[in-house]
T-cell receptor, first 115, second 108 residues
Framework: SAVISQKPSRDICQRGTSLTIQCQVD?????MFWYRQQPGQSLTLIAT?????????ESGFVIDKFPISRPNLTFSTLTVSNMSPEDSSIYLC????????????FGPGTRLTVL | AQRVTQPEKLLSVFKGAPVELKCNYSYSGSPELFWYVQYSRQRLQLLLR??SRESIKGFTADLNKGETSFHLKKPFAQEEDSAMYYCALRTGANNLFFGTGTRLTVIP
């Protein structure tokens, strides 16, 4: 299994600012992902964080808006840039320990409110 | 394109009654299907996966390729089953597509 922590757990931000969310895993994992869950909606994959290279973004998400870093096998950050109220969501970090395991583990989420 | 549909946003059953949470999917390839559960104030966690054909906490789910369904069932609901349930589909890539979720409430 993998235990995931996220910082911050919640934040209230002003329009036009940026927020960086950290994801720390207690063990080395092959795959790390970032999801968004907008109010009343399901989870949507933003991107796959690749260690040592650029993240792979899903349709509708771009690097300029959601820059991602993954410097090693246990840590990743997601930045929400130039925020607007539409970015108010829960952002979740998720990991898959290895390519042969199909279980994905989720962090507790970061609840972001943009005013 | 792939899609996961959970038609019921809310489902209430009495304790001891059978429960079925519906999930239908759309995917042209060979699907991998999962049920995730989120209890109050806890993080999302895997409940079961179709490939292992297991029963977890009394829940089972059978993949029906003809009906493209993966309904979650339990013969006798318990109060501790009250939670948010998400059906999820993994395609050939790493992406895990989630349905919109069903909030199950078990009435004592």
């Amino acid at each position: 299994s993998a235990v995931i922590s996220q910082k911050p757990s919640r934040d209230i931000c002003q329009r036009g600012t940026s927020l960086t969310i950290q994801c720390q895993v207690d063990s080395q994992v092959t795959m790390m992902f970032w999801y968004r869950q907008q109010p009343g909606q399901s989870l949507t994959l933003i991107a796959t964080a690749n260690q040592g290279s650029e993240a792979t973004y899903e349709s509708g998400f771009v690097i300029d808006k959601f820059p991602i870093s993954r410097p090693n096998l246990t840590f990743s950050t997601l930045t929400v840039s130039n925020m607007s109220p539409e970015d108010s969501s829960i952002y979740l970090c998720s990991v898959r320990p290895s390519a042969v395991t199909d279980t994905q583990y989720f962090g507790p989420g970061t609840r972001l409110t943009v005013l | 394109a792939q899609r996961v549909t959970q038609p019921e946003k809310l489902l209430s059953v009495f304790k001891g009654a059978p429960v079925e949470l519906k999930c239908n999917y759309s995917y042209s390839g060979s699907p991998e299907l999962f049920w995730y559960v989120q209890y109050s104030r806890q993080r999302l966690q895997l409940l079961l996966r179709h490939i292992s054909r297991e029963s977890i906490k009394g829940f089972t789910a059978d993949l029906n390729k003809g009906e493209t369904s993966f309904h979650l069932k339990k013969p006798f609901a318990q109060e501790e089953d009250s939670a948010m349930y998400y059906c999820a589909l993994r395609t050939g890539a790493n992406n895990l597509f989630f349905g919109t979720g069903t909030r199950l409430t078990v009435i004592p």
